[in-house]
């Protein structure tokens, strides 16, 4: 594990501007509710750094999520949210730094004292722990809700086919939506969609969840079906780390609020610490413009 301090070492200089003491964005979200119970998805993201081109768009994240933990990330367009999603699937390879999941790193391995990018099936096996739900539903159009949710089950982990069925309908049914098994996404609501999207993110027992704006495509009255759903999973011991912005959702639900701008975390507290009382002017002045003022008429 040496290459992995010396990496760290070297991610974790100062960089020019940058105060000295704490690294700018390190933060560790709270212990998950004791009675969550849960025992694995603890997600480490340590120094993360990516470019694309000359463009830095993640500059030293550092985040820690325990088993069972909701942490909810918020920040304007572009502060690099989706990227820092993706990295924790490896859907986007990092510059700098390295994340673990219980542990375990991911997209690379330490062979003859080099990090080394794992090999594709090994990249699709890992990819297996960590369900992802993104903004556009990205459901199979020419397979039934039921059939979208046994085919990762089926294909990536050789289930049996009435297994994975019987599976898949407990799952549509945690959703909502065992009476539409039957129904192609064309046929279905978005909200109904994003919840079988987010059965098929079940179906592979992941260890954590991502969410990228899991209601951002939705017409309004559909968001809260979605989020119900999402908030379910929030009890249920899974590691969640959500990216919204719904507020409302990220004060009733998370144990911890991320807020993201321009490449780094500003800070994270709880929602109580995040919303009421920020520390930073720049998130003060991000949540005076997206939280709605009260209708005191
Ligand atoms: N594949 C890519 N190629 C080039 N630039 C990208 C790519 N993906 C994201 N970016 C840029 O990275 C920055 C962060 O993007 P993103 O992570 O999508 O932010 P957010 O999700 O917070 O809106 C933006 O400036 C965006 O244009
Ligand atoms: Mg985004």
């Avoid at 069972?68 to 572009?78: D, E, L």
């Avoid at 369900?131 to 059939?147: D, I, K, R, Y």
């Amino acid at each position: 594990m040496s290459i992995i301090a010396a990496r760290k070492e070297s991610t974790t200089t100062p960089q020019a501007g940058e105060s000295a003491g704490v690294p700018a964005g390190t933060t560790a979200a709270r212990p998950a509710p004791a009675d969550k119970k849960a025992t694995r998805g603890q997600v480490d993201i340590t120094n993360v750094r990516k470019s694309f081109g000359a463009t830095e768009v993640l500059k030293g994240v550092s985040l820690s999520v325990p088993p069972g933990g909701v942490a909810v990330i918020v920040g304007p367009s572009g502060s690099g949210k989706s990227t820092l999603l993706r990295t924790i699937n490896h859907l986007e390879k990092v510059d700098g730094g390295y994340i673990t999941i219980d542990g375990e790193l991911v997209g690379y391995e330490v062979r003859g004292n080099k990090l080394h990018e794992l090999r594709e099936k090994d990249i699709l096996k890992q990819r297996t722990h960590i369900g992802m739900v993104f903004q556009s539903f990205n459901l199979f159009p020419h397979l039934t809700a039921l059939e979208n949710v046994i085919e990762a089950p089926i294909v990536a982990q050789k289930r049996s086919k009435a297994e994975a069925r019987k599976r898949g309908l407990e799952l549509l049914d945690r959703v909502g939506l065992k009476d539409r098994a039957d129904a192609y996404p064309r046929q279905l609501s978005g909200g109904q969609q994003q919840r079988v999207a987010i059965a098929r993110a079940l179906a592979l027992d992941p260890k954590i969840l991502l969410f990228d704006e899991p209601t951002s495509a939705l017409d309004p009255e559909l968001v809260n079906e979605v989020l119900d759903v999402i908030r379910e999973l929030a009890k249920s011991g899974t590691t969640l780390i959500v990216v919204t912005h719904e507020m409302g959702f990220a004060r009733d639900v998370a144990d911890t609020v991320v807020f993201m701008d321009q490449g780094q975390i500003v800070e994270s507290g709880t929602p109580q610490e995040i919303f009421a009382n920020p520390r930073e002017e720049r998130t003060r002045s991000f949540f005076s413009k997206v939280i709605e003022p009260a209708f005191n008429i």
